[in-house]
Nanobody, 120 residues
Framework: QVQLVESGGGLVQPGESLRLSCAASGRIISIPATRWYRQAPGKQRELVASISSGGWTNYQDSVKGRFTIGRDNAKNTVYLQMNSLKPEDTAVYYC??????????????WGPGTQVTVSS
């Protein structure tokens, strides 16, 4: 069984920064891709950023230049550095990953989410 656990959320003022972490544990062979999604109240879940095992990254237009996704393959951990936060970044942030497990299967997993609130 694989688990993803996010951490680092909280309440900050506009313009401040947060760093989210997503740690994967279990019988993991590799993690080909990891993504951060977010869901604001009353809105659909949306893709924020993604990173491949080789380090290729992609970002939603609204966060380009402010958010940076990175990964530590040795620790099976992915980070999301969020700078210049805006009230519209307020949401529950979810980690999502494609994981190749010891059973040889590639399966998608989700973390439980972490709340990010940007408010003055």
């Amino acid at each position: 069984q694989v688990q993803l656990v996010e951490s680092g959320g909280g309440l900050v003022q506009p313009g401040e920064s947060l760093r989210l972490s997503c740690a994967a544990s279990g019988r993991i062979i590799s993690i080909p891709a990891t993504r951060w999604y977010r869901q604001a109240p009353g809105k659909q879940r949306e893709l924020v950023a993604s990173i491949s095992s080789g380090g290729w990254t992609n970002y939603q237009d609204s966060v380009k230049g402010r958010f940076t996704i990175g990964r530590d393959n040795a620790k099976n951990t992915v980070y999301l550095q969020m700078n210049s936060l805006k009230p519209e970044d307020t949401a529950v942030y979810y980690c999502n990953a494609d994981v190749l497990t010891g059973s040889g299967l590639r399966t998608e997993y989700w973390g439980p989410g972490t709340q990010v609130t940007v408010s003055s």
